[in-house]
């Protein structure tokens, strides 16, 4: 099969490169601006002739789409770009699978929920009640891939970090090595997630044709729960920068444009059961993303 990854370029896309070296399929790599030393093919997946162009030449059968606008804060000054990029580019992703039998996957996020609280870990069919327009934009980005008539995977993803790009991970490490004290949320509870095991998720699934009949949405983080604080004390330990005074504090001494759930915990159960999926520990995959970055 020949399977298109767009966004190629940021945290995800990269992990999927990764990933399926030396996969049984071909993979192509694009996104809307070249990186040096990147062998990354033009594409904006905001031009439905251009994302129906590629596929026709290129003969795609799956779409694995990476690439979003993923400035949550941004976002709230910027609707229009937001929703053409989290919205109207997915819907032609999926028009161009349809109209060749081809699946689409995407991936959306925990922020399409916060308007309604709740506190345990939260299942896929939880109604969408987005607190911002980031979140608003990848709820639209969903129902029109629903609406589609497309075969698709969605798959839910939250606290995203990985070796490439800016992160919180990459954030924390360089404060914690050049500042004597760090204050940092403990009110907001998540689960960070290792962009290369969502990629190692995603590439495994169609690899061995696994979403054959699972067409739906799904919840993939890394296991377990912490605060924006814990992850911070465990990057602080694992990078060995005990240097730093990490302080824990309430969510009101950083003002933000859009409001953050206090707890937000997505429910694996599903990808678990339908897919057979390994989902790791967070503490031991941020140790392996550390490691790798420390090479
Ligand atoms: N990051 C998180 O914490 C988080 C959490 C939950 C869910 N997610 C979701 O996970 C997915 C992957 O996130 P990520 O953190 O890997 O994103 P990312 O690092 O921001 O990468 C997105 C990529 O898409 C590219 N792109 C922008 N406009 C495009 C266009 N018109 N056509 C094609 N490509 C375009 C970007 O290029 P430029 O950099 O040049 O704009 C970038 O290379 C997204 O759907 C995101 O919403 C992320």
């Not at 910027?78 to 992703?93: I, M, S, V």
């Not at 090595?177 to 169609?206: C, E, M, R, S």
Request: hydrophobic share 35%; charged share 20%; net charge negative.
């Amino acid at each position: 099969m020949n399977i298109l990854v767009t966004g190629a370029n940021g945290q995800l896309g990269n992990e999927m490169r990764i990933v399926s070296k030396g996969s049984k399929d071909v993979y192509f790599f694009t996104d809307v601006v070249e990186v040096e030393g990147q062998n990354t093919t033009m594409l904006d997946i905001t031009s439905l002739e251009a994302v129906r162009q590629i596929v026709s030449d290129c003969e795609i059968n799956v779409i694995v789409n990476c690439a979003a606008y993923t400035n949550v804060d941004k976002a709230e000054t910027d609707q229009d770009f937001c929703e053409l990029l989290n919205a109207k580019a997915p819907k032609n992703l999926a028009i161009a699978m349809k109209e060749v039998g081809g699946l689409l996957v995407h991936i959306s996020t925990d922020y399409v929920f916060g308007g309604d609280p709740y506190n345990t870990p939260c299942k896929e069919d939880k109604k969408g009640t987005p607190t911002g327009v980031y979140g608003l934009t990848k709820l639209h980005g969903e129902q029109n891939i629903q609406n589609s008539g497309a075969d698709y995977l969605i798959f839910r993803t939250a606290w995203l970090y990985s070796e490439f790009g800016k992160n919180f991970v990459k954030t924390m490490l360089n404060l914690t090595a050049t500042k004597p004290q760090l204050k940092v949320v403990f009110d907001q509870v998540g689960t960070p997630t290792y962009a290369y095991d969502l990629a190692k998720a995603i590439f495994d699934i169609i690899e061995n044709r696994k979403y054959t009949g699972n067409t739906g949405i799904y919840h993939y983080s890394n296991e377990g729960v912490c605060s924006w604080y814990d992850f911070t004390k465990m990057i602080a330990e694992y990078s060995g920068q005990t240097g730093c005074d990490i302080l824990p504090c309430h969510s009101e001494e950083f003002p933000s444009p859009v409001k953050r759930p206090a707890y937000s915990v997505l429910d694996k159960t599903k990808v678990k059961e339908t897919f057979g999926v390994n989902v790791p520990y967070w503490t031991d995959s941020l140790k392996k993303c550390i490691n790798n970055l420390s090479k």
